[in-house]
């Protein structure tokens, strides 16, 4: 299921984040890379270079938005202001799809520019799904929604954290991008089969898929994209791409930054996955 | 327990200020108990408790708003030191909390909020204050929008007492310590990264380099702009500081020069001068196609 409603029914290969420290490599060498994956706060701004480097990219490569403070899952409306400049955005990368978190992170306006996890309610479900399609019914453009890392539970969850998963974009009728590397940070803090999980989700509603490096502590798992993808990450992501298919795939490395050709390098070892799959 | 009373329970804990030691507080200033909040929100497991699964987003909370606080404000930070800068950071953040999706405005308040907390500046205050707007008008030159350049033709076509629009990522400043080479001695050791991830994994320690000698008192008037998406300062006259100003705020060509104090010059040498600075601020793209 490569191609679907929820990514554009493009076919995008592995791609890697579009960070500022390859942006010299990238905009001299011209590496073949099949997408970047932008943060679009980095670039929601009025001009300058954030823009300039982005539109050089643009010339050359497909680029996929992806966000980090739009936060579905907060009580409070979306941020009009926000939207606005997204939808700007949007129309300047013409991005096939845009995701953002599955979580909350603002109070009355304020934000704590963290992604905090929901308690798995139905009245959470209900008012985040409501939110979502919100969002893509002013942007005009897929919107799919990530699965978090996260280090808490609430006493108040009444379902697991993927049949919320489940719940929220059946109910906003949207796709997911499945976060594998967060699914087994969660499994390690919150002891459960990161396979269950992978089997559980709608393989059908699954655009795009990340993957990325954590560290750990001698309590708990910290998502920090600052390491190469391990072994049971990989074996996530293989389970996944043989439920779903081939599948848009994308390396998070965003602290500790390696040069592009290691970044790059990490991120094609998806295609051995890919490839077996094809070849089964 | 409802999804709203859930996330202002868990935000005003994560809002909390960390101990000495970078931990949770037991209670809030106003004394409620932190570890009780945690219990009726979150579950332990078997290796943490509610209170130290909570404390983790907030020390996230914290190394995440002062992280970005000190690489917008290096000059500020090189001026007062870190502990200083710390202590400062926390009580501004506090007060002024992100009010914005993207962390590029964290700093939007500082100036204002310095001018009424000078006692975190002690000795130091004109020269901090001076480096907080220098600072935070490099980081609006940096992204804000350049409209089209007005021509020679627009120029030559507005009349006899033409209005001149600034490009909205020209700012000027009048500043009372020459702190634009200070910043950028400063700067020059900072390296740009951007945050992006879901974890700050400890507070960013900051190595130990000899700070730049600090500015002595010298006025200076600066333009703070964008060329070719790099910013710059450039130090202006101060006649021709006041010839921009009034052209900033809205007032005509003969309204601006004579916004300037020309004592000492003849009518000659003053037309000279504003001449030059016209073709210079033209050349340079300054002025924009006005509506």
Sequence with gaps: ????????????????????????????????????????ENFMVDGGRPLHVLDQILEQYRVVQHGVSM?????????????????????????????????????????????????????????????????????????????????????????????????????????????????????????????QYVNSVPHERIAQIHIAGHSKFQKYILDTHDHPVIDPVWKLYERAIERIGPTATLLEWDDHIPSFDEVHGEALKANRYVREKVMA | MDLDTIQRAMFDAVRQPLTASEGMRQRTKDGRSLRKVADEIIK?????????????????????????????????RAIIGNRRFGKLAIA????????????????????????????????????????????????EAFDEAAKPRMTADDMSSGGDDPKFELQPHV????????????????????????????AVMERATRSRVRRPALPKPERIFLAVHRSD???????????????????????????????????????????????????????????????
């Design chain 1, 1 to 40: 299921m490569p191609a679907n409603r929820f990514n554009g029914f493009t076919e995008y290969g592995v791609g890697i984040g579009l960070r500022i420290p390859h942006y010299n490599h990238i905009l001299e060498k011209k590496p073949v890379v099949d997408w970047f994956e932008i943060i679009s």
């Design chain 1, 71 to 195: 936060y579905f899952g907060s009580v409070e409306p979306l941020n009009r202001e926000h939207l606005r400049r997204l939808k700007a955005l949007v129309r300047r990368t013409n991005t096939p799809w845009l995701s953002d978190h599955l979580c909350w992170g603002s109070v009355d306006g304020t934000y704590s520019h963290d992604l905090l996890p929901m308690p798995y309610t139905f009245e959470a479900a209900a008012k985040t799904a409501q939110k979502i399609c919100e969002a893509r019914d002013f942007l005009e453009v897929p919107v799919v929604v990530e699965n978090v890392s996260s280090y808490a539970e609430f006493h108040a969850s009444e379902m697991t954290e993927w049949e919320f998963l489940n719940e929220v974009v059946e109910r906003a009728d949207c796709g997911i991008l499945l976060d594998v590397n967060n699914i087994y940070v969660s499994s390690r803090n919150h002891s459960f089969d990161p396979l």
């Design chain 2, 44 to 76: 332990p497991n078997d290796r943490l408790s509610s209170f130290e699964r909570l404390e983790i987003y907030n020390r996230q909370y914290w190394f995440r708003i002062l992280s970005a606080l000190g690489e917008d404000f290096p000059g500020l």
């Design chain 2, 92 to 139: 501004y953040l506090s007060d002024c909390p992100s009010h914005s999706f993207t962390l590029r405005n964290l700093g939007s308040r500082l100036e204002q909020w310095l001018r009424a907390h000078s006692e975190y500046l002690a000795d130091v205050e004109e020269l901090a204050l001076d480096t907080v707007r220098l600072e935070w008008a490099e980081i």
């Design chain 2, 171 to 198: 700012r000027l400043l009048d500043l009372r310590y020459a702190v634009d080479d200070f910043v950028i001695s400063v700067r020059r050791r900072e390296e740009e990264v951007d945050i992006v991830s879901n």
């Design chain 2, 229 to 291: 998406n790099s910013v710059y300062f450039k130090r202006l006259d101060r006649e021709a500081f006041a010839v921009l100003c009034a052209l900033r705020d809205g007032k005509s060509l003969s309204e601006a020069v004579d916004a300037a104090d020309w004592s000492g010059r003849s009518i000659e040498q003053a037309s000279a001068e504003v001449q030059a600075w016209f073709a210079y601020w033209a050349a340079q793209g300054w002025f924009c196609k006005t509506a």
